[in-house]
């Protein structure tokens, strides 16, 4: 099956840590992309990447870090610099050919610091 | 600064009838529109794109309206389930490969 895997489903961390969130997809996707969700509230873009080892930041990038070493994997690092990281966090890969780019959502991964 | 506002938070209709869910943006001239579905606790799922050459598309149920000159897209379900209830996202596009969405509409089919 092709698609879009996060892990984990759920996470907790201590405060002054950084966690990594895992995204893969077998897509043969060129970009792939991440958003945090809050409650109530809509999708907001930290990062994405067109190709491999390039990246670009979103609109919320600070306190966040990410890296596109393979075409599948697209992993997110929240530092302990981000103030506020408790959130849903989604992936998503789009084709690069085209600007009508439908996205393709993993299930996404719930980050919560206790 | 570009803004999109979907008309409500929630919306709540009796099953059978014909829901419309409303998505405006200002400051944007977007080259297409795209609507998606959420369901609690997971990712989008994309259901529809219209360009803005086109008036109207249409999905089974599902019928998009994309007006340039209101900067409007209405989104209609007809014959509505419960099992159409969800969050649904509007997403205007202008050509990047980034995606703005709007904060959703909460849709409550009941039986």
């Known amino acids: 099956d092709g698609g879009i895997t996060q892990s984990p489903k759920y996470l907790f961390r201590k405060e002054g840590q950084n966690v990594t969130l895992s995204c893969e997809q077998n897509l043969n996707h060129d970009a792939m992309y991440w958003y945090r969700q809050d409650p109530g509230q809509g999708l907001r873009l930290i990062y994405y990447s067109q190709i491999v080892n390039d990246f670009q930041k979103g609109d919320i990038a600070e306190g966040y870090s990410v890296s596109r070493e393979k075409k599948e994997s697209f992993p997110l690092t929240v530092t302990s610099a981000q103030k506020n990281p408790t959130a849903f966090y989604l992936c998503?890969?789009?084709?690069?050919?085209?600007?009508?780019?439908?996205?393709?959502f993993g299930p996404g991964t719930r980050l919560t610091v206790l | 600064s570009q803004k999109i506002e979907q008309n409500s938070e929630a919306l709540n209709i009796q099953e059978g009838k014909t829901a419309t869910l409303t998505c405006n943006y200002t400051n944007y001239s977007p080259a297409y529109l795209q609507w998606y579905r959420q369901d609690p606790g997971r990712g989008p799922v994309f259901l529809l794109l219209i360009r803005e050459n086109e008036k109207e598309k249409r999905k089974e149920r599902l019928k998009v309206t994309f007006d340039t000159t209101l900067k409007q897209s209405l989104f209609h379900i007809t014959a509505s389930q419960p099992a159409d209830s969800a969050t649904y996202l509007c997403s205007p596009g202008a050509g990047s490969y980034q995606l703005t969405f709007g904060k959703g509409t909460k849709l409550s089919v009941i039986p």
């Open positions: 998503a890969s789009s084709t690069l050919a085209g600007s009508y780019n439908e996205q393709f």
